[in-house]
């Protein structure tokens, strides 16, 4: 397998500081596919975007990868977790994070899982309806609820506003609700969709819920938390807003419009992990089909490429060749049709053999990889640079 160098390339800034002389050994050693991931990253993410929201406590969003590095990082640098199982709860119990440090977040939860999380500890959890507040009636004060409000979606890849939130408009009723069955109030939450690149969406959530906030108060509610969600945009293959510049106008909406008191929490995934790894890939076949070079790799959409699929994500590619790049398709290993990672891309000329790299690929790929077709998941190997 040939050696991977940027040489006569542009540097990637998602590959700022990886060693590729590090890599490279690697690389000779370890068969591919594996997801080289650096756990030094997750500290310097989680060190700038507290630096971006001060005073804003952060609960990792398990969701966009569970791997036990990054979590065991996290709960070294007294990171909080954002939790939607009890797989996760479990994830974050294995590395000595009590129940205290957790959310759990799932709008919908399924009643023997939600009864599991109660009994483990968790108390603070989401809902968005009538009928799950009914859930909440048999755990008495040990559960609470944040009530999740529905925002506008701008400027977001995923809208998760689509399978979740209530009406701004259906809270005052929930609220009343909340109050006739007794359910411990922990307060609102939102999210404004992932990767979301409207700087101006997160103002306008927080102005809404300044609204909502003064509603449950009007009812004789305190209102202790606010919930900002995440959906902070990482770089891809399109340049985005840096987190200084969103949390910029976060922290300004805060001041105009929440009281200071109030507990105010986020839930990053995606800026955490996100570029955390980088995925190295080998060619194991090469064709020409209808005119256009059809290049095999050993991972896929069925594998670390899932996200291409579920998170809409469009992958950088490097490879050490330094020809000219001409239009080409990229396949992955199985034997469905549909295991096609791009219709069409730029390639250089490859052969069997050739090691491409993917960077960025830390986030919503591992965890929604599978084993179709008999193939193992992609290796994750660790290191601390």
């Known amino acids: 397998m040939k050696a991977i160098t940027l040489k006569n390339r542009p540097r990637h800034p998602r590959l700022m500081g990886l060693d590729l002389r590090r890599a490279n050994r690697i690389s000779r050693t370890a068969p591919t596919p594996f997801l080289l991931l650096r756990t030094k990253i997750i500290r310097d993410n989680i060190n700038r975007l507290r630096g971006a929201l001060p005073g804003v406590e952060i609960f ?61 500890g968790v108390d603070t959890f989401v809902a968005d309806n009538p009928d799950e507040l009914e859930k909440f009636t ?103 807003p840096s987190i200084e510049e969103i949390g910029a106008q976060i922290m300004a909406a805060l001041r105009r419009n ?31 089909r209808d005119g256009s070079n059809w290049y095999y790799i050993d991972d896929g959409l069925y594998g670390s490429f899932s996200g291409r699929l579920f998170d809409h994500c469009a992958y950088q590619i490097l490879t050490h060749r330094n020809t000219t790049w001409e239009k080409a398709v990229l396949a992955g290993p199985t034997c469905d049709s549909f295991d096609v990672i791009y219709d069409e891309c730029l390639m250089p000329p490859l052969e069997i053999g050739d090691i491409l790299m993917f960077p960025t690929m830390g986030a919503y790929c591992s965890v929604s990889a599978s084993d179709f077709n008999g193939l193992e998941r992609t290796r994750i190997i660790e290191v601390d640079w």
Do not use: W
């Not at 009812?219 to 891809?236: A, R, S």
């Open 138 to 240: 048999k755990f008495g004060n040990k559960a609470g609820v944040l009530l999740r409000f529905k925002t506008k979606n701008s400027g977001s890849v995923v809208d998760l506003s689509y399978k979740f939130g209530a009406e701004p408009e259906d809270v005052p009723d929930l609220l009343d609700k909340v109050i006739r069955l007794e359910i411990p109030f922990r307060g609102f939450c939102f999210h404004v969709g992932s990767q979301c690149t409207d700087i101006s969406a997160y103002s306008g959530a927080i102005e809404q819920a300044a609204g909502l906030i003064e509603t449950a108060r009007s009812k004789g509610l305190t209102v202790p938390i606010l919930d900002i969600g995440g959906g902070f945009p990482i770089e891809y293959t399109d340049k985005t």
């Open 258 to 288: 929440i009281n200071p008191t109030t507990r105010i929490i986020c839930e990053p995934g995606r800026f955490i992990s996100g570029n955390t790894s980088t995925l190295f890939s080998s060619v194991i076949g090469k064709a020409v």
């Open 60 to 120: 990792y969003a398990v969701k966009a990868n569970n791997h036990s590095a990054i979590i065991r990082s996290l709960s070294q640098e007294n990171c909080n977790f954002d939790i939607s199982s009890v797989r996760e709860l479990n994830d974050v119990l294995s590395v000595g994070v009590g129940p205290e440090r957790m959310i759990h977040t799932n709008p919908i939860k399924i009643p023997h899982e939600f009864e599991a999380a109660v009994n483990q």
